[in-house]
């Protein structure tokens, strides 16, 4: 069929096809068989009926969306727990949110090597213990301070690793022990030292000796 409109474009029906010469075919009826040929309103109501709708876990699911929809579709990707995500022209970025982050950074290393010095300050302080001698104020001990001991008054302390004895010096308790004496009662009594002990002397008329066991004689000399 060649149209009377000058330029217009043949239509042809042959074995090869129908060309409609550029030209919009209308009042086509909807099809019904599978060979029929569709129209657009049938085309656009076929593919506009069609929904999506995403799941998640434990049998979670979004409101479906229909492709016809106005607007287009969308899906937000909502960050939780620790989770934040923003969207960018094609892209979806999905990542930690700030505070979680500083968590992890900030988190110390299984060995604790990379503790700042207020953390081992923390550490120390969490480990301290307290020691008092008597009834004097208890002094508190951290990691790192070194607690010593010293003799005493006739004690002795000795180390051998992590033992301590704590033993009587009985040099310095002979040495720094004294023993009041006197004579008849008379004052003012006189001192010596343990180590020093007492020297029992010859009178005129005695003669001293001492004997194992504190044993002390005064003989009477029988001749002058």
Known sequence: V???APGA???????????????????????????????????????GDNTIKLGGD????????????NGGLQFNI?????IETSAAG????VKLDTATKAKIDNAADKNLSNLTPAGTNVIKDTAAWKVKANNN?????????EVVFKDGAGVKITQSGKEFTISADTTKISQGTKL???????????????ADGLNFTDG?????????????????????
């Open 204 to 224: 005129n008329l005695t003669t001293a000796s001492v004997s194992p066991n504190g044993v002390v004689k005064y003989d009477v000399k029988t001749t002058t």
């Open 2 to 4: 060649t149209p009377a």
């Open 137 to 145: 104020t208890a002094e508190t001990v951290k990691g790192g301070d």
């Open 90 to 93: 094609t892209d979806v970025t």
């Open 9 to 47: 474009a043949p239509i042809s029906v042959t074995k090869d096809g129908i060309n409609a010469g550029n030209k919009t075919i209308t009042n086509v009826a909807p099809g019904v068989n599978g060979t029929d040929a569709v129209n657009k309103n049938q085309l656009d109501q076929k593919i």
């Open 58 to 69: 434990n049998s979670t699911v979004t409101t479906a969306q229909n492709l016809s929809q």
């Open 180 to 194: 009041s004496y006197t004579a008849n009662g008379d004052a003012p009594k006189q001192e010596v030292t343990l």
């Open 78 to 82: 909502k960050g939780a727990n620790g």
